[in-house]
């Protein structure tokens, strides 16, 4: 039995996938530096990371050989009561390049459970001490995850009107957009003004999911020490700013006033295991120590601080802080910086941005950008078939490569890019004989 779609769409229920009215997946044999190849030869250069994950390529031998290593040395044992090399080594590998205010590393599965250990964290924090806040604050058009405390903390829509009547209260202040500050500087104001707020959670400088939106850092770092002076923990979710995606190692190594939590996870393990970690500053720690067991912070996964998980992430440590890595960071922004110019006047499009390996752009639609934007479901194919993965969030098309791309892959996707700015009328036209 070999047909595999057929397989799949029997078996599988996919992530974010309609299971009726789509095209079939494509089937990928094998995956090296930038390039996905499919079982039907064909090779698509994975201009996204693989939802913002890989950081060094796919299949990099060094990360292979570092995982199959530890695979026979130890796999995994319990977490609590036992610990290993691999995970010692990585939290103070971690602790050395995060913030210097950050002290301690707790490990979990992925972003989301980064984002929740960091909700729980900060309001546990609290809790312990005997202090009533209960209030968080986020910002609109926030992605922390899809659990329920993450769904909580995100932008209210779509994809969470199902379950919104259990999400939590939260205080949602307008996205930080240049032309908006005063007025978002008033709602935070007023939020941390009355004095029941735990915390305020946010994607630091890029909000991701949202659209690959840029906001201000001294706008960013205003908010944290107001915050910070008014004894709100400020949770940063670098989940998808992490290990230099935007230039620098961290997000946060672009502000003045570190945050007391951080949430990592994606570029983590160079985005081939999944891994969340969730970081604090000794004051949070020092809210949980204590005799009393019920001041323990009782949250914990099965694969906690997983050894194969932890080998790789040490491995891709070792790639990401190299000389190399960062040249080539320097090197894409170098890249989009030149193409934008190119393209930043073009008609159809605007609010072209770049920020460290990312650049995104709006495609001039007559809707809004949401999700459910048309522009995208023509768009995904329209690249596919040119051999770049792109998947477009509404009508904002977006670049975020793994950091080995070569400058031909760039140009090539460029090129695409350029080509489809140049057929996009036409498509539109014929979109419109067919309705
Ligand atoms: C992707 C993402 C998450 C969720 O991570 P998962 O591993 O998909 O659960 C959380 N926060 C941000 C900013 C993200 O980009």
Redesign the pocket.
């Known amino acids: 039995m070999t047909d595999w779609i057929k397989r799949d769409s029997e078996a599988i229920w996919h992530p974010f996938t309609p299971l009726e009215g789509l095209d079939s997946p494509l089937m990928i044999e094998k995956a090296q530096g930038v390039y996905l190849h499919t079982t039907d030869e064909r090779k698509i250069i994975d201009a996204i990371s693989s939802w913002?994950v890989n950081i060094h390529g796919h299949s990099h031998p060094y990360l292979a050989k570092a995982l199959a290593y530890q695979a026979q040395k130890l796999e995994h044992v319990i977490f609590a009561g036992f610990t290993h090399q691999p995970a010692i080594e990585l939290a103070e590998r971690l602790l050395n390049i995060l913030p210097s205010t950050q002290s301690k590393i707790f490990f979990s599965d992925?972003?989301?459970t980064a984002?929740e250990v960091g909700i729980k964290m900060a309001f546990q924090y609290f809790h312990n001490q005997g202090i009533k806040k209960n209030k968080i604050i986020a910002i609109e058009g926030a992605?922390?995850?899809?659990t329920f405390g993450?769904m909580s903390v995100g932008d209210r829509g779509p994809f969470t009107a199902p379950f919104d009547t259990f999400l939590f209260d939260v205080a949602f202040i307008e996205f930080p957009h240049s032309c908006q500050e005063d007025k978002v500087w008033q709602q935070f104001k007023n939020y941390i003004d009355q004095d029941d707020v735990a915390t305020f959670i946010f994607?630091p400088i890029v909000q991701?999911?949202s659209g690959m939106r840029v906001y201000d850092a001294k706008f960013l770092d205003k908010m944290i020490a107001y915050a910070q002076q008014k004894e709100v923990i400020c949770i940063a979710?670098e989940?998808?700013t992490g290990f230099g995606r935007l230039g620098t190692l961290f997000a946060a190594d672009q502000l003045e006033h570190k945050p007391d939590i951080m949430?990592l996870?994606?570029g983590l393990t160079g985005g081939a295991l999944?891994m969340?970690v969730t970081s604090c500053t000794a004051n949070i720690q020092s809210a949980y120590q204590s005799n009393d067991l019920m001041k323990t912070f009782f949250h914990g996964h099965s694969f906690t601080g997983n050894p194969m998980t932890c080998a790789l992430a040490n491995a891709s440590l070792d790639l990401l802080l190299t000389e190399t890595c960062e040249e080539n960071r320097q090197r894409i922004e170098t890249q989009h910086r030149a193409f934008l110019k190119h393209i930043e006047h073009h008609a159809l499009i605007r609010n072209a941005r770049i920020m460290g390996t990312i650049m995104a752009f709006e495609l001039n639609t007559d809707k809004d950008t949401s999700y459910f934007n048309e522009a995208r479901h023509h768009l995904y194919p329209y690249f596919i078939e040119k051999g770049v993965l792109l998947r477009p969030l509404g009508n904002v098309i977006y670049i975020i490569p793994p950091y080995v791309i070569s400058n031909n892959d760039l140009n090539y996707i460029y090129q695409t890019i350029t080509q489809f700015l140049a057929d996009y009328p036409s498509i539109l036209k014929s979109l419109k004989k067919n309705q």
């Open positions: 913002w992925n972003g989301s984002t992605y922390h995850g899809d993450a994607e991701g999911a979710d989940v998808m949430c996870s994606k999944p969340g």
